[in-house]
């Protein structure tokens, strides 16, 4: 697994962070979500990674939200492929839980897969919100 950490500094920074816009394209108020999650990344209050492996490639922001980490947002194909070494960063940081919020069926499907029980759905004029968390044992 190579893991990239992606800060504002960085040459291709801004590359990288319209690679994150598609996760975003079904929340209703979609540009303004994504200008608030980048601008945390550049004010250091979340994290940008860059996770690869044989299987694919993730790009995702994350924030520790109550000894949970966050994923604010998440792009790429291999999320599958990828989830056991993010699953594993996160327990060996001691981190309680790992949270995703989502407006798509098909993650949805791909976290329940994982392991992931929804927690939360809000039915919004867009589509649906739903809130997925894997407790993390042992933390």
Same mark, same amino acid.
């Given at each position: 697994m190579k893991?990239?950490?992606i800060k504002p500094k960085h040459a291709d920074f801004n590359a990288h962070m319209?690679?994150?816009? %598609?996760a975003f394209d079904r929340v209703p108020?979609?540009?303004?979500?994504f200008l608030e999650m980048k601008r945390a990344v550049t004010e250091c209050d979340a994290s940008f990674y860059?996770?690869?492996d *044989?299987? *694919? %490639?993730?790009r995702l922001v994350s924030q520790i939200r109550d000894n949970t980490f966050f994923v604010w947002g998440m792009?790429?194909?291999?999320?599958v492929s990828v989830a056991p070494a993010i699953i594993e960063r996160v327990s060996a940081c001691g981190y309680s839980a790992l949270e995703f919020v989502t407006y798509k069926p098909g993650m949805r499907r791909i976290l329940r897969g994982l392991g992931?029980?929804?927690?939360?759905r809000v039915n919004r004029s867009g589509g649906t919100e739903t809130r997925h968390r894997l407790m993390i044992e042992g933390n």
């Amino acid at each position: 697994m190579k893991i990239r950490h992606i800060k504002p500094k960085h040459a291709d920074f801004n590359a990288h962070m319209n690679l994150l816009k %598609t996760a975003f394209d079904r929340v209703p108020s979609r540009k303004a979500e994504f200008l608030e999650m980048k601008r945390a990344v550049t004010e250091c209050d979340a994290s940008f990674y860059q996770m690869s492996d *044989g299987g *694919g %490639t993730v790009r995702l922001v994350s924030q520790i939200r109550d000894n949970t980490f966050f994923v604010w947002g998440m792009s790429g194909k291999g999320l599958v492929s990828v989830a056991p070494a993010i699953i594993e960063r996160v327990s060996a940081c001691g981190y309680s839980a790992l949270e995703f919020v989502t407006y798509k069926p098909g993650m949805r499907r791909i976290l329940r897969g994982l392991g992931f029980v929804e927690v939360e759905r809000v039915n919004r004029s867009g589509g649906t919100e739903t809130r997925h968390r894997l407790m993390i044992e042992g933390n």
